[in-house]
């Protein structure tokens, strides 16, 4: 089993970047595939980016590619999300998702674990 805990979520001006951490209790972290998603006011809970397990290899929505960059490192059990040129509309509850299987998923349902969330506030 995985506890995921995010940070560093804040109001933030556009233009400007953050960095998101998800720090993993337990000892198999390499061992997963992670994710961030984000969830807007009122709508559903969308795919960001995914890290596979050795961090070679990610994937990022095209909202955000040329953006955000996530990483990780596997001896710390943290994943991050560095997010430049911020806009309102990355205005979001942002979590951290970890899956067991070592592929990618876009979908809520394709991860195992999930963090409480961070709260990003873009304003304009």
């Known amino acids: 089993q995985v506890q995921l805990v995010e940070s560093g979520g804040r109001l933030v001006q556009a233009g400007g970047s953050l960095r998101l951490s998800c720090a993993a209790s337990g000892r198999t972290f390499s061992s997963y595939t992670m994710g961030w998603f984000r969830q807007a006011p009122g709508k559903e809970r969308k795919f960001v980016a995914s890290i596979r397990r050795s961090g070679g290899s990610t994937y990022g929505a095209d909202s955000v590619k040329g953006r955000f960059t996530i990483s990780r490192d596997n001896a710390k059990n943290t994943v991050y999300l560095q997010m430049n040129s911020l806009k309102p509309e990355d205005t979001a509850v942002y979590y951290c998702?970890?899956?067991?299987?070592?592929?990618?998923?876009?979908?809520?349902?394709?991860?195992?674990?999930w963090g409480q969330g961070t709260q990003v506030t873009v304003s304009s």
């Open positions: 998702a970890a899956r067991y299987s070592g592929g990618y998923s876009t979908i809520v349902e394709g991860y195992d674990y």
